[in-house]
């Protein structure tokens, strides 16, 4: 309490600085001091594709349907599915023989 303190706006790529809320200097309290700092996303100009870039074009569309999938985390498909058919199965033969020790009770 009763330092003084600085904040500094960033160059941040892509953004335009709008404006900050709370003061940028100033000296700690006993309050909370809160200082954001408000920027705006910069307007991507949209490119039409010219046909020269098609090539081009392909493989930026790959590239976007890379970015757009799911990390992979090693699962392998088939062990999942071999292990849901083995639960179903086992669940199914629990009932079976339930069902039998019933009949055979009454």
């Not at 700690?28 to 081009?56: C, E, G, H, L, R």
């Not at 985390?73 to 020790?101: C, H, N, P, R």
């Amino acid at each position: 309490v009763g330092d003084a303190y600085t904040t500094d706006q960033k160059t941040i790529a892509g953004y335009t600085f709008k404006e900050v809320q709370g003061s940028a200097t100033g000296t700690f309290t006993d309050q909370a001091q809160t200082v954001t700092y408000i920027y705006m996303k910069n307007n991507i100009p949209v490119n039409p594709i010219s046909p020269q870039s098609s090539s081009n074009s392909t493989s930026r569309m790959n590239n976007t349907a890379t970015s757009n999938s799911l990390p992979r985390t090693g699962e392998k498909q088939g062990i999942t599915v071999l292990m849901f058919i083995l639960g179903i199965s086992l669940i199914g033969v629990s009932l079976i023989l339930a069902f039998f020790k019933n009949v055979k009770n009454n």
